[in-house]
């Protein structure tokens, strides 16, 4: 694919004026979506489909905005209501009712999503979720992409010879004066994620289109309940560098001519647009609901003669742009063509249960492959985990262009000016220090403290094919981004089979063993993470281990959690010189750190300098032959390496940070009494932390977390055993 740079203030159609043809078309689409909803619920009905979700009284609205905008040229981030809009931008009713019954053919999702859940690589509609806010971080994202590619076209190439590495499939199309439009119901205007992307787009002046369809109901709960003062609008009002727009959504005309102001501000590179369109939703949220349990019939009744179909209906007539037999000729065209679409979709081929599992991971690019190893090439003197992270790090930006680095406190200093007098901050850990004085504040730089900003941010820049280095400034700050996490960036590349895919770093400072840490900086919960499939979870125990597995995550074509025990960072036990700026260790290899014949412990991060000192006291006092295995990953894991080492030994310790009760070990507990029991000679025994939370005074937390007494106690019962 070319690389291709414009910067055309151009912005299609609507410099034309609002033609005939156009109007003709805009009622086209609106029937149309319509007619696809109608069929939708009767489908439904007759049970050949399984959930239903309307579009019905945003009509107007959306095909104004998709013709307004270019389909393929701008970028889309969109939300389950957005029928017409889609269809607009050139999707079609095959495709949508091929996702409305689940076939293997869904162009979406190969079956895997609900309806409605839009996608298109050629169209840039990024594949949405069922969420509601989270799709708005993702635009500013893009925007943010897009932007950094036109400063730095060279960025888009993919060089000559790289070997593993995620771009290596990937050259990025991108415009000068592209727009990203990021569309919303009015209720989830209420979650914190819409501000925080307005806050961005507004401080950064990004070409984004905010578009806000308030139907006046988020399923149940009105507007004046969800939204203070009623009006959205009013709320936002002083957001700096925004075009602001309300418009009637039911009137197509007015609506294209509110977008085509909107996209030429923002094409301008004036800053985002906030557009207020008042909607009317004439269908229940879904079929799973019924508005006459909350809204009266006067109230429907109202929206009822709002329908934007009806009401164009009339004008085309009034104004002699159709007559009737020409609308009642292109409806029944359209009857037709959705009456074909709902005939072969029913007649398409369903999954294949064999293709539950494709797509949870890159399939082009694996990081489990012993093939991408390398043998480090030392230089210099021992250096500490976290020097050997900041390494990488600056190695790897050198590298590669489209690496970005941001998160709270990262960068040096905001205000660069500050530089000349100032040492820079690089993080609370320093581990980003100096990489804002090198590379420039386009490429590391502070996020506002809003973890959910970073990684849904983070999403828009891989979408784009940019590599996100983020920082989550302690893990147990990450839960504000769990939904982002969760319902975006681990299921991305499975829910649309294939078609998009986030290969995102999101660091995280870890754990405890810090005095004063407490509750809120000393916590592990790496267990609920191995639970997102699509996710890679990473946690080296020691500072080589740190920077090979780091540059693997980097280059990785998947989401990666990549832990960083804060113990660990300036330990001198597990210090290593400079590797070079090559070295690789694949994921899912265990590493045995101590051999030994009687028992195995099987552990990773801060619990294997820990368990070493157990299993050396262990033999001088009591005679027993510890082995040691250091997982590094968490998923995926080195099973061969546990079952070899089990075999070996016949007794086996599961030890890690984290609370023992449904903690990460009791998975690998349970799967060597389920593949070796036959191989033991003792129960699984685990050793882990209290269940509770980590607290301040020293001696509670010496109490709570795993000590090396803890496992040398184990390793003397289980011996006896």
Not at 425 to 446: D, H, P
Not at 482 to 505: F, K, Y
Not at 545 to 569: M, Q, S, W
């Amino acid at each position: 694919m070319a690389v291709i740079v414009t910067n055309s203030v151009e912005t299609g159609a609507h410099n034309k004026g609002v033609t005939k043809e156009l109007l003709v078309e805009f009622y086209r689409l609106m029937y149309l979506s319509r007619r696809i909803d109608d069929r939708e619920i009767m489908l439904k009905r007759q049970q050949k489909i399984y959930f239903q979700i309307s579009g019905a009284g945003h009509e107007a609205l959306q095909v104004a905005a998709g013709k307004a905008m270019r389909s393929g040229y701008d970028w889309f981030s969109l939300y389950y209501r957005d029928r017409a809009l889609c269809l607009a931008l050139g999707c079609t009713a095959d495709e949508m009712l091929l996702q409305a019954v689940g076939a293997a053919t869904d162009p979406y999702s190969g079956g895997r999503q609900m309806p409605t859940h839009w996608s298109s690589t050629e169209r840039h509609i990024i594949g949405i979720s069922s969420s509601t806010t989270t799709q708005l971080l993702h635009a500013v994202g893009c925007a943010e992409a897009g932007r950094y590619f036109a400063k730095h076209p060279e960025a888009a190439a993919v060089p000559e010879g790289i070997n593993f590495d995620y771009r290596r499939f990937t050259n990025v199309t991108f415009h000068g004066d592209e727009v990203a439009l990021t569309t919303v119901g009015e209720g989830s205007t209420s979650q914190g994620e819409f501000w925080e992307a307005l806050n961005t787009a507004s401080n950064q002046k990004l070409p984004v289109i905010f578009c806000v369809e308030d139907n006046g109901y988020a399923i149940s709960t009105p507007r004046e309940v969800n939204t203070p003062g009623g009006s959205i609008s009013k709320l936002v009002a002083n957001f700096p560098n925004f075009h602001f727009a309300e418009v009637d959504g039911t009137d197509p005309e007015a609506s294209y001519n509110c977008f085509a102001e909107a996209v030429a501000y923002c094409r301008a590179g004036k800053g985002p647009a906030f557009v207020h369109a008042h909607c009317v939703r004439l269908y229940s949220h879904s079929l799973s609901d019924d508005d006459k349990l909350y809204r009266t019939a006067e109230e429907r009744d109202a929206d009822a003669l709002r329908d934007p179909i009806h009401k164009f209906q009339m004008r085309l007539l009034r104004e002699n742009v159709l007559t009737a037999e020409e609308i009642t000729a292109l409806e029944h065209k359209v009857d037709q063509e959705v009456e074909a679409a709902s005939e072969r979709a029913l007649a398409a081929p369903l999954p294949e249960v064999s293709s539950i599992t494709e797509h949870v991971y890159s399939e082009d690019l694996n990081p489990t492959d012993p093939a991408i190893a390398t043998q480090p090439e030392f230089e210099g003197g021992d250096r500490t985990m976290a020097d050997l992270i900041n390494h990488c790090l600056h190695d790897e930006m050198h590298r590669d262009p489209r690496i970005v680095i941001y998160g709270e406190d990262v960068a040096d200093a905001s205000r660069t000016d500050a530089l000349e007098e100032v040492k820079g901050k690089g993080g609370v850990f320093k581990l980003t220090a100096g990489l804002q004085r090198e590379f420039g504040s386009e490429r590391v730089f502070n996020s506002p403290l809003a973890e959910a900003n970073i990684v849904g941010r983070a999403f828009g820049y891989a979408i784009r094919g940019m590599k996100p280095v983020v920082e989550i400034q302690f893990f147990d700050y990450i839960w504000p981004a769990m939904h982002q996490i969760r319902n975006e960036l681990s299921v991305m590349r499975w829910r649309t089979n294939g078609d998009w895919a986030c290969p995102v770093v999101i660091r995280v400072p870890i754990g405890g063993y810090l005095t004063g840490g407490a509750v809120y900086h000393s916590g592990s919960g790496e267990s609920i993470f191995t639970h997102l499939p699509g996710l890679r979870v990473v946690f080296p125990s020691n500072a080589l281990d740190a920077n090979g597995l780091l540059r693997t995550a980097i280059r990785c074509a998947d989401p990666v959690l990549f832990l960083e025990h804060k113990r660990l960072y300036r330990e001198t036990h597990d210090r290593a010189p400079y590797p070079g700026p090559e070295y690789i260790i694949p994921f899912g290899k265990a590493r045995t750190v101590r051999e030994g014949s009687d028992l195995t412990v099987i552990t990773y991060g801060a619990v294997v300098p820990r368990a070493l000192q157990a299993a050396m006291r262990a033999e001088r006092e009591h005679n027993i032959s510890v082995e040691i295995l250091d997982l590094r990953t968490l998923a995926p894991y080195d099973w061969e390496a546990i079952a070899e080492s089990v075999r070996k030994t016949s007794r086996v310790i599961v030890a890690h940070e984290d609370m023992l009760s449904w903690g990460y070990g009791a998975e690998i507990a349970a799967r060597i009494a389920d593949e070796l029991f036959d191989d033991l000679d003792a129960p699984v025994r685990r050793v882990a932390s209290m269940d509770t939370y980590v607290a301040y005074q020293p001696i509670l937390e010496d109490a709570i977390l795993p000590q090396p007494e803890h496992l040398l106690q184990a390793m003397v019962e289980l011996k006896k055993y």
